[in-house]
């Protein structure tokens, strides 16, 4: 909102004292509580007291046990407040003001309980149930009736209002219909539409698909709302689910998937928290920018201490744990037809129906079951009944190649055999090792894929997975394995208190197997399962682009696509060279014009964004992210696809989009959907010599 829209109107100018005078009353009556002593010190404090008068009197027998007790009623005295105060500068995100009978009531919701009824203040944790199932359940003008503990409440919600506090000033109120924002020259202006409101974006929306840029990340742009205040009534549904109950949450690109599942957590550790403790919780992500997102996004909800972990990261602490022993040497040189059948569903079939692999019950040492992996794994008889089993999914050749990879790694490695010499003569003259870059180098490694396997046969054989999880979310779940998800099930003992979120049009890993095959997995086949509905990531033009793109693989059910935005750009250029000099100087004036922005050029490999990268690398804000290392500050991105996972930015650009980049095939399809959904605002797309075919619905963009 930058402040250029029309004057408020008097209904408006009302509405908004009305809310600064609520927001005055909030900041009083919490300026009066903060200096209060806290609740019990007055009591601890004498207890003390008491007790050192006591320990001066006591015989040497009474002594340890007056120690004792100082020590409880110390750390008593000292532990963290469980009720902390909200926040001043931005004490709550929502006005609810609900009429039953005669008497009517002003409910904030915010991060933490604050009441002053002498002052009608009420502040509630939005995870505090009641009331705040009025806010996310019903509009403006509704009535309601709901049952709260000892009661049925009945009445109409007079105000439904998100607001954004910032700085202990009121910035934004939105009523769904209208938005009221403070512009950087202190003046309000309102805009209409539910969906501008929603995310604070609407700015500049006659720009055209031929100019970078919507004003969005232009320089004082208004804080958005916070999304816990946003969720609609289906997803609050979802994330009240009760906590022992699995939760399985699909739905589109940007549908609330992520914000879902945390916000579930959120609440479960909040209603119980002795049952799910935060040291027992785990968020797992296939990627590392996503695992990094997610840690930002758990910080506002209290769970910072919550342990997010990639695949990886998971699967070599829980290694550690099941077997005592780090995991050995991983290869970085996995051959992508390997690497599939060893995350397919019919190797993971294949293995539990071995007798011999399923048979034992006692645990084992990892190098035995290798060795019992690393012989199904060289035998033909075997792996050709796992790609029969695939059905054309893994192609023939996958065979040779495992036999090939797995004696490979069996070699003794040359280290072994050079033990004594000089390293000077093992070493060439480029300084790497001799057998770098050789396949004397795959000697005694690992492919990061056997960690799960190999987890998954201890689990399946002695039940043992490694640290006990008490809540599991597993993100992005297209992407995870049977073998993880089997092993990530049993963590979780015999409760099944487990949210999973993913959308199978986003698959970019082999391996998903379905969902009611995942669910079988982790031990969760009763899932409660909600699709939800609304795209809220991506405006309109965009969200209907990505499903053309999608062609055969998209969902049946119709687009629910709220903002308008500007259309997406498509420019065609004869060369890469020639698409790379436009675009970095396109990149170049937006970020000077948008210094705020964040902008993503993500191309399908590193080597496109390695390359144009190199044009843009004087700007401070260029940033080359390949290996997840998202920064969260405004400027550009140069990444791939395999990296944005989960991720949004203001502004994304598809930097090679050819028929040999993106063919019409199912892999493609869903690699360019995972790359244009990433776009909260507007979307670009070059498409570089031979257009690819999953454009053909994008008219190109003339008059450059
Ligand atoms: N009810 C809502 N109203 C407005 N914005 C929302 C709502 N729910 C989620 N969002 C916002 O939409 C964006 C996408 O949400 P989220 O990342 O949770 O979606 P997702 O389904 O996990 O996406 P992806 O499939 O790409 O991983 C985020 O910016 C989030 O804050």
């Known amino acids: 909102m930058s402040g250029t829209g029309p004057e408020l109107t008097p209904e408006e100018r009302l509405l908004v004292r009305e809310e600064e005078d609520l927001l005055a009353r909030v900041l009083a009556a919490l300026a009066a509580r903060r200096p209060a002593p806290r609740r019990e010190d007055p009591d601890l404090l004498g207890r003390l007291s008491e007790l050192r008068e006591q320990a001066v009197e006591s015989t040497a027998k009474d002594l340890p046990t007056v120690f004792q007790e100082m020590g409880l009623v110390r750390a008593m005295i000292e532990r963290p407040r469980l009720d902390p105060l909200p926040d001043p500068a931005a004490p709550y995100f929502a006005h609810l003001r609900v009429r039953e009978g005669e008497e009517v009531r002003d409910y904030c919701l915010g991060r933490a309980t604050f009441v002053e009824l002498s002052q009608g203040v009420r502040v509630v944790d939005w995870r505090f149930a009641p009331v705040a199932r009025i806010f996310y359940a019903y509009r403006e003008g509704d009535t309601f009736e709901e049952r709260f503990p000892g009661r049925l409440a009945e009445g109409v919600v007079e105000a439904r209002r998100v607001v954004v506090v910032q700085g202990g000033r009121l910035r934004q109120v939105s009523t769904g219909a209208v938005t009221l924002a403070l512009g950087a020259q202190g003046r309000w202006s309102s805009s209409r539409g539910d969906r501008a409101a929603a995310l604070g974006g609407g700015a500049g929306t006659a720009a055209r698909p031929g100019a970078l840029g919507v004003g969005e990340g232009a320089r004082g742009r208004a804080a958005p709302p916070e999304v816990t205040a946003l969720l609609d009534r289906e997803q609050f549904e979802a994330l009240s689910i009760e906590a022992e109950e699995p939760l399985l949450v699909t739905g589109s690109a940007g549908s609330g998937k992520t914000t879902v599942a945390l916000h579930r957590l959120a609440r479960i550790a909040f209603d119980d928290p002795r049952r799910y403790p935060l040291s027992k919780l785990l968020v797992v992500v296939p990627e590392l920018g996503l695992s990094r997102l997610a840690a930002r996004l758990l910080e506002p909800l209290g769970l910072a201490k919550v342990a997010v972990r990639t695949l990886e990261g998971w699967s070599r602490g829980a290694f550690q744990s099941a077997f005592g022993v780090p995991p050995p040497r991983l290869t970085e040189e996995t051959p992508p037809l390997v690497s599939r059948l060893k995350r397919h569903p019919a190797l993971y079939a294949a293995l539990r129906r071995r007798p011999r692999v399923a048979g034992r019950r006692a645990p084992e040492a990892w190098a035995k079951l290798r060795d019992e992996l690393a012989e199904l794994l060289t035998d033909r008889g075997f792996l050709g009944a796992v790609v029969d089993a695939a059905g054309g999914d893994l192609p023939t050749t996958a065979i040779e190649e495992t036999v090939r990879h797995t004696r490979l790694q069996l070699a003794s490695p040359l280290a072994l055999a050079l033990r004594g010499i000089d390293a000077d003569r093992t070493t060439a003259l480029d300084g790497e090792s001799v057998d770098a870059r050789t396949p004397d180098a795959l000697a005694g490694t690992l492919d990061p894929e056997d960690l799960p396997v190999?987890?998954?046969?201890?689990?399946?054989?002695?039940?043992?997975?490694?640290?006990?999880?008490?809540?599991?979310?597993?993100?992005?779940?297209?992407?995870?394995?049977?073998?993880?998800?089997?092993?990530?099930?049993?963590?979780?003992?015999?409760?099944?208190?487990?949210?999973?979120?993913?959308?199978?049009?986003?698959?970019?890993?082999?391996?998903?197997?379905?969902?009611?095959?995942?669910?079988?997995?982790?031990?969760?086949?009763?899932?409660?399962?909600?699709?939800?509905?609304?795209?809220?990531?991506?405006?309109?033009?965009?969200?209907?682009?990505?499903?053309?793109?999608?062609?055969?693989?998209?969902?049946?059910?119709?687009?629910?696509?709220?903002?308008?935005?500007?259309?997406?750009?498509?420019?065609?250029?004869?060369?890469?060279?020639?698409?790379?000099?436009?675009?970095?100087?396109?990149?170049?004036?937006?970020?000077?014009?948008?210094?705020?922005?964040?902008?993503?050029?993500?191309?399908?490999?590193?080597?496109?964004?390695?390359?144009l990268y190199r044009l843009l690398e004087d700007l401070p804000e260029a940033r080359l992210v390949l290996d997840g290392e998202f920064s969260f500050r405004p400027g550009v991105d140069l990444t791939d696809v395999e990296s944005v996972k989960g991720l949004e930015f203001d502004y994304v650009i598809v930097p090679d989009a050819s028929a040999a980049t993106y063919p019409a095939t199912d892999e493609a399809r869903r690699r360019l959907h995972v790359a244009v959904t990433r776009a909260s605002h507007q979307l670009w797309v070059a498409a570089v010599g031979t257009p690819s075919p999953l454009l053909a619905s994008l008219p190109p963009v003339s008059g450059r």
């Open 454 to 611: 190999l987890l998954f046969l201890r689990a399946w054989r002695s039940g043992g997975a490694g640290r006990a999880l008490a809540h599991l979310v597993v993100d992005e779940a297209e992407d995870v394995s049977l073998f993880e998800l089997f092993v990530l099930g049993r963590q979780l003992g015999e409760a099944r208190s487990l949210t999973v979120a993913g959308d199978e049009g986003q698959q970019t890993a082999a391996g998903f197997g379905g969902w009611t095959a995942m669910l079988a997995a982790l031990g969760a086949e009763r899932a409660a399962t909600c699709r939800l509905a609304t795209t809220y990531r991506c405006p309109a033009p965009v969200a209907a682009f990505a499903r053309e793109v999608l062609g055969p693989l998209a969902p049946a059910e119709a687009l629910q696509a709220g903002r308008p935005g500007v259309p997406v750009g498509r420019f065609d250029f004869p060369s890469e060279a020639h698409a790379h000099l436009f675009l970095a100087g396109a990149v170049r004036d937006l970020v000077e014009r948008e210094p705020a922005a964040s902008v993503a050029v993500v191309a399908r490999g590193p080597e496109v964004a390695r390359s």
